[in-house]
């Protein structure tokens, strides 16, 4: 469904958060939604130039009472590198595969704006830049700004959420990191992340073999060109680099069945993330490095088998080093099943947030600023 509406040629005069273009688009799934815009608006990718970034903002039948109200950035997790798996597209053609948690924000009467990720939606931008956690981070602030500055959409000015879960946990969690510094006049009052690793590399061995391998090339692929300026490509051999040029343009699902094989099989070398330019971009995107100024939920399932449990405990564990207020919840199930189980919970404490000072009336951590969060 990608049209001339995501065809941006021209991009001079804008700012991170400018909206370009908007349409209203018809959401059959979401009986809840009074209303739903496709997006375009401006964001930024991780060496801060200015990029175009799509997604949806859809308003519910009945909005809460001032105090409860809320703009929620919901960001899904991963659906894939390209193809149709863009989440405003998906949800305009009935698509969208999990409808709960985005049905549940708009009965309590929040605003619900999804942002489609670097890469994704705007025509000749993907790969979609799996894992990039502060790639995927400006584009979930700047919509949040590009809703608050366009008042043709019908959305009145009110506190910001974030809810992001496993790729997308990272994103607003990373989020959280970037915003004083980054987009400081959001009110943004709560974050809360599902199935997050702070740490890369503890992804990797579910995704170097297995059931999760396809994710590997995934990341390599994702990553690669959100640092596109670094040689991180010359790990793939001759194969890998005509299995990347497919991939670019697949699904999840269908990245999953095509590239069983072990992540090895595409590289020069067997372990590809041991590379000098690869471990530099894994530090770059290990979180926790800044403590957010807002409250932050973290949940996972303790039979993850895509993102281990143990991933989540140590992000845990480091944002509390940081001093961070965080919350954790960890409930008996598998990757897709906590996704779906957590929903009720996690609305319940983005709604607590609500109540608290905004960003600004916080005190901000001590010697922490730009200059620690910027990649």
């Not at 209203?24 to 990718?45: E, H, R």
């Not at 809810?163 to 969690?173: C, H, I, L, M, S």
């Amino acid at each position: 469904m990608t049209t001339d509406f995501h065809d941006v040629s021209t991009f001079d005069g804008y700012r991170p958060g400018d909206l370009v273009r908007a349409r209203p688009v018809f959401v059959s799934q979401l009986s809840g939604a009074a209303g739903a815009w496709q997006v375009v608006y401006a964001s930024a990718n991780s060496r801060s130039e200015l990029i175009p970034a799509s997604g949806i903002v859809l308003t519910p039948e009945v909005v809460a009472r001032p105090g409860d109200t809320a703009i929620l950035v919901y960001s899904p997790g991963f659906r894939g590198l390209g193809g149709i798996c863009t989440p405003s597209q998906l949800l305009a053609i009935g698509a969208e595969p999990d409808t709960t948690g985005i049905a549940a924000a708009l009965a309590r009467g929040w605003v619900v704006a999804i942002p489609d990720g670097q890469g994704l939606g705007i025509t000749g931008g993907g790969p979609h830049t799996f894992l990039a956690a502060r790639a995927g981070a400006r584009t979930v602030l700047d919509l949040a700004r590009a809703v608050y500055r366009r008042a043709d959409l019908g959305v009145a000015v009110a506190p910001v959420l974030a809810w992001g879960y496993a790729d997308g946990g990272r994103a607003v969690a990373a989020a959280g990191e970037l915003h004083p510094w980054y987009a400081p006049e959001v009110d943004l009052r709560g974050v809360a992340a599902g199935a997050v690793a702070s740490d890369l590399a503890a992804l990797a061995p579910a995704f170097s073999r297995g059931r999760g391998a396809g994710l590997g090339l995934a990341a390599l692929i994702g990553l690669s060109h959100a640092y596109d300026q670094l040689p991180l490509r010359d790990v793939l051999n001759e194969a890998g680099q005509r299995a990347a040029m497919e991939a670019e343009h697949l699904t999840g699902s269908e990245l999953l069945e095509r590239f069983p094989q072990p992540v090895s099989h595409w590289c020069r070398e067997p372990d590809p993330w041991n590379d000098h330019w690869w471990r530099r971009v894994l530090e770059l995107e290990t979180l926790a490095h800044t403590r957010p100024v807002i409250p932050l939920h973290l949940y996972h399932g303790s039979a993850d088998a895509i993102v281990p449990v143990s991933a989540g405990r140590r992000t845990l564990i480091a944002y509390r080093q940081r001093g961070t207020q965080v919350s954790w919840r960890e409930y008996e199930a598998g990757h897709h099943a906590t996704a779906a189980s957590a929903t009720g919970d996690v609305l319940a404490r983005l709604g607590e947030t609500l109540t608290g000072p905004p960003p600004r009336e916080r005190a901000r951590p001590s010697g922490e600023g730009e200059h620690a969060s910027r990649p």
